[in-house]
Structures are given as structure tokens and as C-alpha cells.
């Protein structure tokens, strides 16, 4: 019967493993009264007198800020506007008027319509011109949540003395 290499190699190390343990309790130490003493007196304290210094609790920084969800709202059909009942900056919400289309030879006046709850950052028409299909109408962007895109450089200053 053949003993593999990595089981003689495991037992050699249970061996030296096992003789390295027992030796341990073999030897008999005690601590000295004298060795205690010298343990007490190596123990040092280092007091270190500090000063405060007023730091800044603000940042400088510069940067903008970006809607997380901008849309232009497009007309679906092409026709002469009517009604814009709100302008640039106006806040709207979902499924209120942006725009009205007048179409000639129609009856129905249709209706472009904010899709979510937003700030009107442009309004793209004005009462009397004519919005073709696919134009836009106004862009629209939710302003919650708005994300806040800024580079903040730390500089250090470095004093010599």
C-alpha cells in the first residue's frame, strides 16, 4: 500500500505540531515579584497641549443643477394654437393644458396635455402660430428629484515655518 505525498506531509506537521505543544507545558514559568515591578514602570503618559483652530462650516463650490426627468412635449397633429393658458416657469400638473390646436374643417379642438407634474422651463408657441405634427410645444421637467452637479477641489495649504 502507497501512502500519498500530501498525507506524510500532514502527519510530519502533526507531529512537529504536537511535540511544539507538549513542550510548552514542559517548561516552568513563573512570574517574579521583581519582573512585575519592572512591567509597571514601562508604562508612559505623553500630554500633548493643543490649540483650536476655527474651521469653516461651509463649502464654496460651483456647479448646476439638472432635472432628473426632462421631456419636450410634441404635438401629435399639426394645427394653429388657441390657448396656452400657462407660461415659462408656471408649474402644471398631470393632465392639465399646455396647449390647444385649432384644426380648420374640424370641430374638435385637440388638446396637448402635460404627461407628470412639472415646471414648464420653455414654452415653445404663442397664441396664433401654427405647430406642425411632431413640433414641440413646450419642455416640461420634474423637478423632483433634482440632481446637483458640482466639482469641489480641497485644496491644503501648506505653511513653512
Known amino acids: 500500500m502507497k501512502i500519498k505525498q500530501t498525507y506524510k506531509t500532514a502527519a510530519i506537521t502533526a507531529f512537529f505540531l504536537a511535540i511544539w505543544m507538549v513542550s510548552g507545558s514542559l517548561v516552568d514559568d513563573e512570574v517574579s515579584p521583581k519582573s512585575e515591578s519592572s512591567l509597571a ?17 461651509s463649502i464654496r463650490a460651483s456647479g448646476f443643477t439638472e432635472a432628473d426627468k426632462f ?3 410634441r404635438a401629435e397633429i399639426g394645427g394653429r394654437v388657441v390657448s396656452t393658458p400657462f407660461k415659462q416657469g408656471d408649474y402644471v400638473k398631470e393632465g392639465d393644458l399646455i396647449c390647444q390646436l385649432y384644426i ?8 396637448i396635455v402635460a404627461p407628470f407634474s412639472g415646471y414648464l422651463e420653455s414654452l415653445n408657441v404663442d397664441k396664433g402660430d ?32
Open 130 to 161: 401654427y405647430l406642425n405634427t411632431g413640433g414641440t410645444c413646450a419642455s416640461l421637467i420634474d423637478s423632483n428629484p433634482m440632481l446637483l452637479l458640482s466639482l469641489i477641489l480641497l485644496l491644503k495649504k501648506i505653511l513653512l515655518t
Open 104 to 111: 380648420a374643417g374640424r370641430e374638435a379642438y385637440p388638446k
Open 71 to 73: 421631456i419636450n412635449v
Open 41 to 57: 514602570t514601562l508604562s508612559s503618559v505623553t500630554v500633548l497641549n493643543s490649540q483650536a483652530i476655527l474651521k469653516s462650516k
